[in-house]
């Protein structure tokens, strides 16, 4: 029965409480990436000297897109290795919406912390020069039999719509493209695409209006924490299960359950209104689902682990060591686990130092398309923002 309860509750904070919100957010900011189409982008490549800063300011910006956006300008040596740094630093990938949505001030404190804090740490980068110590950026390879490629059916609409204007930060057939949109590419089934193209998203968010006008209502917006239920069932408690159980439907249809956003998806939302919206709905879901997942994996925790106090008494026993399990857990590319660790933040199973640990040290779904293009980089990239994890995060600790 208990964990009934859980599953509940789990279910009103993921969609109810933090979801509604957050899946506005989303929107919120798909459309203003969809007005600028990229041309903070632009700006790195005419303002060398302030590449760090710029890059800085694409990875504070809530989402992956930025960053994802700016790894072909790094490895058409477009950008410098700091500002490729810089960006991944500062970015907390889809992570930063949930921050956003249940803490504003500690979200706004991160960011300041983590923009600072990549922005010294790129003109430290490029200052000592080691892309070229570590002799990175080594010329991509084209890894595909472009013979046997067949387009999807997001690149038919995209090249249909704008004839051939679908790439940002490189150019058609080149080694970028080859790379992130021919190899290993598989076209999704007629099936899959309908439903996130056509009904999926409409009743995605036809739930999140549903479960606004609810909130609005009862006047119950924020994070609940409270554990009493009235008995029987309640129309809370069926849009919230309802709205969760659609979230990962949707996830698993979309195959977004690790990588929540692609090169080519962020290129597609930024040149059509239309993906934009439907890529929302689907970022939304992806966060919603691993928020559910974060608050029923704490619940959970806490009875197995025998109640709130003892896990009071393990969090000042771990101490310091809570720091370093941040900066670890942010070298997972994606953003799910990170997703998962505001959430256990927002029950107060973390401290904030391993937080701010955690933020400066994860690089979302950035961190695929440069494993792709430049495993080496990639593999430096990863080592050089957990350092600044690390010691901000003991810096904040202490």
């Not at 391993?354 to 080592?383: C, E, Y």
Request: net charge negative.
């Amino acid at each position: 029965m208990e964990i009934l309860e859980i599953i509940i509750h789990a279910s009103q904070e993921a969609f109810l409480h933090v979801g509604v919100s957050l899946a506005l957010v989303i929107l919120a900011f798909g459309y203003i990436d969809y007005k600028t189409k990229g041309r903070l982008v632009n700006l790195l490549e005419i303002n060398p000297m302030l590449q760090p800063i710029i890059g800085s300011i694409l990875g504070i910006i809530p989402g992956c897109g930025g960053t994802i956006l700016l790894i072909p300008l790094y490895t058409k040596n477009k950008v410098r290795f700091g500002t490729l740094i810089s960006s991944l630093i500062a970015s907390m990938g889809d992570a930063a919406f949930i921050l956003m949505a249940v803490d504003i001030q500690k979200y706004i404190l991160v960011s300041i912390i983590s923009f600072i804090t990549a922005i010294i740490t790129g003109y430290i980068v490029d200052g000592l020069k080691l892309d070229k110590v570590l002799k990175l950026r080594e010329k991509a390879e084209q890894k595909c039999n472009c013979n046997n490629y067949e387009e999807t059916n997001l690149e038919k609409y995209i090249d249909e719509k704008y004839k051939g204007s679908t790439h940002i930060g490189h150019i058609e057939n080149d080694e970028v493209d080859h790379i992130l949109h021919h190899s290993n590419k598989k076209k999704v089934s007629d099936s899959v695409y309908k439903f996130t193209h056509s009904m999926g998203y409409k009743l995605f968010y036809l739930l999140i209006i549903v479960g606004l006008v609810f909130t609005i209502l009862t006047n119950d917006g924020g994070l609940v924490h409270s554990h009493d239920h009235h008995e029987g069932i309640s129309f809370e408690m069926i849009i919230s299960i309802i709205g969760v159980g659609l979230s990962a439907i949707y996830m698993i249809i979309s195959k977004k359950s690790i990588e929540n956003s692609t090169h080519e998806i962020v290129e597609s939302k930024y040149l059509s209104f239309k993906e934009m919206i439907i890529h929302s709905a689907c970022e939304s879901a992806f966060v919603i689902t691993w928020i559910f997942v974060g608050y029923v994996v704490y619940e959970v925790g806490v009875l197995l682990i025998g109640g709130q106090e003892v896990v009071n008494v393990l969090l000042l026993a771990s101490g310091v060591i809570s720091i370093f399990i941040g900066a670890l857990l942010g070298i997972i590319p994606g953003c799910g686990i990170q997703i998962m660790f505001i959430s256990l933040y927002s029950n107060g199973a973390i401290p904030f130092a391993a937080l701010i640990s955690n933020s400066i040290s994860q690089d979302g779904d950035a961190l695929f398309p440069l494993i792709a293009l430049d495993k080496k980089s990639a593999f430096w990239a990863t080592v050089l923002t957990t350092i600044p994890a690390i010691l901000i995060g003991l810096i904040v600790y202490y």
